[in-house]
């Protein structure tokens, strides 16, 4: 039988050590569909840290999770198999051991034939993600929920932080750019030439003022007319607007809303999707509701939804 | 003459003990048209506690409350006396006892010819405050704000706690399943049966979807369809969606904008109310703006305007 | 060769003394095309105190601010001379002194040629400003993004305070009632009466219903159409929902929304704009993520491109 | 029979409108021994402001205060008749007319024979209030708990501010600079000459280091050798170490415990006080366990039961 | 071998789901020294609620700990196999049930031979908790570090709250008065009798003033004087100044640092300990440092220090 | 002349671009005595993150610092030309590259005669500042205020953390052992073990326990025998309590008073100090009082009296 969340009406929601959507938490990943599993990495931020406390926050706030979705019509844990695999150790002081952390693991999660649920961490761990990805499903396809276009060149020097990751992942040939598609781009820019990427390898830009012109169910459309074949979402909590999501790194005002934030996730079912993540959750800059991780939470519950097949 | 809030122009808004729109508190109900009331019981909540501070901090905020409404053109305080009739005493550590003490408090003001407004606390205070008021005006329409059904059916073995009094009071014969309407519900839910209760009793759901898609106007046009004769209104700040309202127990992502709240309660003018609550306002989980006890009392005046006749 | 913001791929954005944009600080206004300017007074505050503060907090989080705007398609640092021109130092104790540093500085800006963005500070500062640019360029036109109208009378027997300046402004002939457009209104009022003043100046009000209803573009139209010749534009934070600005002194529910707010300032390129304010962030009603400032940051940039011609 | 509390065993103690320790709230002052009035005013702050909320906050958090000291074997409302006698309304734009409204109140209570316990606000308040009962009582003795000596002499050029009161005090012929001491001053000063007017008028300091070397009996002996005949008692919060009190505007590190605070207060049993104040509350800088305000209505209960003959 | 805290430097602190000291969370008993179990439970709080959320939050702050203490010169990961016996499930809206639960839980725990530190929850929960113990290891003596004497007889007319337990063990025989020393007592009091019930039982008082003037050292002398044969410490963390524990529910100013603290439960080393709790942690009035439930962490390590034999 | 902090009598605290102190901010270090540099790097941090954010931080709070010492008799900016000399910009992603910029840096001043007081940033930036010093003053002598020894070897097979650096600064030559002194170690630790390198090496440790037996007299005694010849001070404000700095990221409780550190810091006056830093402050972890930056402000001030020969 799948694992089931502790039912709430017989152990308090609050009570028990914190474990995503209170399913078990096991590093045994036999049997397992998804694999939901933290990586608690901040090391690649170039602004206000703490995503580093990501995983354990949205732990916490994903007690509120129930079994059902009724917009869905699915009920996720009758279908999937789902376990809290736990975290991933990356060392805090060092990107290159923490990104060799992160591929042993997810590659672990995918030999197992689990599909992986990250949560972050900062966004800069997505690169060793699809690197795991990528060498088990071949190029993938890729729906970014973002503010930024992440697709910067250097940091200092440096290949890797939390801006350059998907410039490395068409470098690296882990993303087809023409099956790549990114929603809700807003907020000052360089200059104009921070484009050239794009044209370059065909990346589509959907930003914010065509979500909000045309609606989410075009915006939808357009994900899946261009996300063809095996594909990845990673999504940004800065996506949406930090009135529903204050506790992040590097806020851009003007974002989505919640309600179509959850209903542009919702439209990705029926995707062949290989895993997915949230990412930039840093809970210091939240109120004591921690609404961020709690949008989270939701984000990754109606993500699970759309992985039942 | 009726009651006026302080003159914010001769004493400052945060001056004075803090009470209902800067009204007056009494004990006297002898004239009194609408008796503004607070429950601060939070014993029935299953997740995250601090309802009990709600009435404070709403009497707080509603500091800010002027006197007059410029949409609905009129002058509440002008047409109707109003008073700060304190407090309910509810014993923190006894559900039953303190459902006696709010419906015996809840019948005096309605015996004295006032109408209430009721501040809580959490949602299970509402049962007592429907016995109380259709003890005296028989049975009643419902219209409903908020996230969740709440018309579960037990908790831990018990009948009482914040998700399952309008079960008791369908069962109890307090409110008329055809004459009651919930507006705004989402979330993750337990399973497809959740609203076989609804089908038995005739219970009409406007989902969050409906809200979004449909339009406010159309769902006022909804609510005063089926909400007819005598008619109470319910408002659980869950309702509204956590970047509005972020202070409350049991937030749900993806709800009601502020802006759409107060329209759909402006919507409810005319109908035959014979009383209100706004429920669920922990300020412990909100920031030091407190703009969910702002939200709150903006939604009372809202409603305490469409009271007038 | 203009000033540039520090180049955060060098400098990390929360690195060095915390000043607008990242840009120089400098007394010397030689050559300088705007300069941005703080005003740290809050004497003027009838409720919630602190907008003392925003200038320190608007610093610390503009510093997230780039430098192109690809919406407008402008790289406003290219084309203008920014400068971080310090604050005024008012005495918090006394508001006729305090105009008089302000009106003095603000003078010493136009007199050197260069157009001043204001940082508040509460929005009674917003008079002297007012002054100081009538009497360079004449009376002005005006466009208020604000939650109230701020044209009472008097206010415990005083003609200064927070709610009062745009009477003053025209009474004293700074501004052309005819050229006066206020967006956003909203929340309780007084009276009826309350409009008499728009009435017999020829006040347009732009209410948040008709932002709601007619949308952004139709409003963005009646500006236009409303502010002719030399313009001023004063945005109180408090025009946007609490959820989007929380940070404030006298938050008003149901307002609009950020990307609403982005989207009008937007609107206002091509307007003969002599200057204009940001006022009302007050950063201890905010949350750690302190996203009003961002908010106040990102209307700053946008402004400041809509000063490019 | 004297006014009691509200029972806490019977009305839990965050129920109702918050009054001082729950006591009831009175404009009338007949028959009242001892006067709790609070004046939220804060335009005399030179740098952190709110001030103005501590009336409310200490209110609220007054609710946990019992009846009886043990320490000073002591029930104060046995002994005298105690009420919340609401706040003063200072106008927050004009020190010169919050004066006025401040000694007009105090001299009322002073003239119906009881005695004020004043809740700030900030400490420029407590001129008005020595010049009200200095005019009842004569020339003072005066106690002063501060970090600061608040004797300097003008700020921008005028005579009122936080920092300038007992200058004024002493000045006005209405505190008697031989029998006035000031405990716990510290931190960074101006200059030595900042002590020439405690030399020139006989005004004793008992600085942080001699109370923490010669410890709480010396100081209390030392206090009641200088503070004969009548003698007002002024708290300003910040005479505490802000790990104790971090809710004030203008914290000096190396304070006063909580507990030495509590014990130099009981120390004043015995001395013919005519009134005192506890000042500089600043809610919003403290956290949500709000312990600032917590002591201040400790060293309220304290100081009341120091006032039992 | 015996159970290990994660090593910190290969697993980040704030890495993977958070258990009591990164140690395994197990439900199986068997071979377990020391069981460390949560009771969310804060159902008999009579002022400010939350206490529910301490389990959660001790067991993330409790990441900090190491594995040997310096002090006491003891590993006590070495010496005794402890584990993270997770939580108790109690109903939160009924205290009868609650305690049922409690008292079923521990009882395992004793009878599976192993010691256990409970962390609450509010204060009521020690009552079953003294239960299942005395039930196995007969009359108990009792170490209690509290500001608060906790025998009142009843709250609103019931028997439970978090004032009213050590009355009830005494009267049910659990607990020995002549060896049950309270420290460090303060506050106000309802009145002189509250010492009655002590004078009947020879319950020792340590109140915070002895603690203070005799030092930490006489007050552990006192207490190893009193409390012979097998015995319990019970530990509310508001015997701790709020300085040191904002984050609790009922603070008293004035109270025990954290040095004296952990001095005093230090001293505790070679009584007869069956077990010990940790309550009264309410993270919610905590600020983001969250230093109560450090602190409680800390008191826990120590306290398991000195359960080595 | 030398440079003079913004006189608050004429330009408010709060007002300005916030510089350490409110001193002129200048990159250069002509005549310059003393520079205050900040480091935002918190890449060292293997717990809680954020002390990037310090340096603004600590020029926010210590706006309140004055001109005059008046328990050292000292004015400081009469007797040594003081500069806020900006940060450092240490990449966020790289410990390497940091270390070579913080060491470029410290050694320009260094090279200009000016003695740095250095803000941290984490307090692994410590070692790159003693290599800049010890090249130019040869070894040194060192006090170090601490919870924690820092002593440690490797952290995930890399040698720099923030838990390595004075063990690297022995090895590297830079400090001499004998001449090294803690004051304050605390807190559980990892086995006897970790002291191994102190003995070998004639590292002094004064544990916290002897400050609070021997008092702060004899710490000083202590630290002046052993601190002799050229010496740095760094202090690590968890060596303080987290009820006085709650601001850090790996709090110890029971630890330094403010008044303790302050007077220590003050003892230090006569030694041969050729610089010192303050590191930890961790603004995210503290309230909106910021007490910790507060404190790290005035142990800044105190240790820059202390430099005055």
Redesign the interface.
């Known amino acids: 039988m799948n694992n089931q969340p502790r039912p ?12 995503f959507m209170r399913l078990p ?1 096991t590093d045994d990943l036999a049997g397992v569909d998804v694999a939901i599993v ?1 990586v ?1 990495y ?9 995503a ?2 990501g ?2 926050e949205v ?2 706030q994903s ?9 869905q ?1 699915v ?1 996720p844990f009758d279908r999937l198999n789902v376990a ?1 695999a ?10 290159e ?1 923490a990104y060799d952390a992160i591929d042993a693991r997810i590659g672990q999660i995918a030999d197992a034939g689990a599909r992986p649920i990250v949560v972050g961490g900062d966004h800069s761990i997505t690169l060793p993600v699809l690197r795991a990805l990528a060498r088990r499903h071949g190029q993938l396809g890729l729906v970014q929920f973002d503010a930024h276009i992440d697709t ?1 060149d ?5 290949k ?2 939390h801006g350059t990751m998907f410039r490395r992942a068409i470098e690296e040939g882990l993303v087809d750019g023409r099956r790549f598609v990114q929603v809700g781009i ?7 030439d ?2 050239d990427f794009h044209r370059e390898h065909g990346i589509t830009v959907v ?3 065509q979500v ?1 012109d045309r609606g989410v169910a075009w915006t939808i459309d357009e994900i899946r007319r261009i996300v063809t074949g095996p594909a990845y979402m990673t999504f940004d909590i800065d996506g949406v ?4 999501a ?3 790194g ?6 989505l ?3 179509e ?3 542009l996730v919702r439209g990705l079912r029926g995707l062949s999707l290989v895993g997915g993540d949230i990412v930039e959750v840093a809970p ?6 921690q ?1 961020t991780a ?2 989270a939470a ?1 984000v990754m ?1 109606e993500f699970l939804c759309a992985l039942v097949r």
Do not use: C
């Open positions: 709430s009406f017989k152990s308090p929601r609050f009570a028990q050590p914190a474990t938490h933290g608690p901040d090391g690649g931020t170039s602004y206000r840290p703490g580093r406390l995983p354990r732990r916490h007690s509120l999770i129930r079994t059902y979705n009724s917009f019509k009920a809290d736990g975290d991933v150790d990356p060392p805090p002081v060092s990107i051991k910067w250097e940091y200092f020097g440096g890797y932080f807003r907020g000052p820019m360089y200059g104009e921070d484009f930003d914010i003022d909000k607007d930090p009135a529903f204050p506790g992040t590097t806020p851009e005002v003007g974002g809303t919640s309600h934030a959850i209903r210091l800059f939240d109120g004591p509701g609404i709690v949008l939701n519950f």
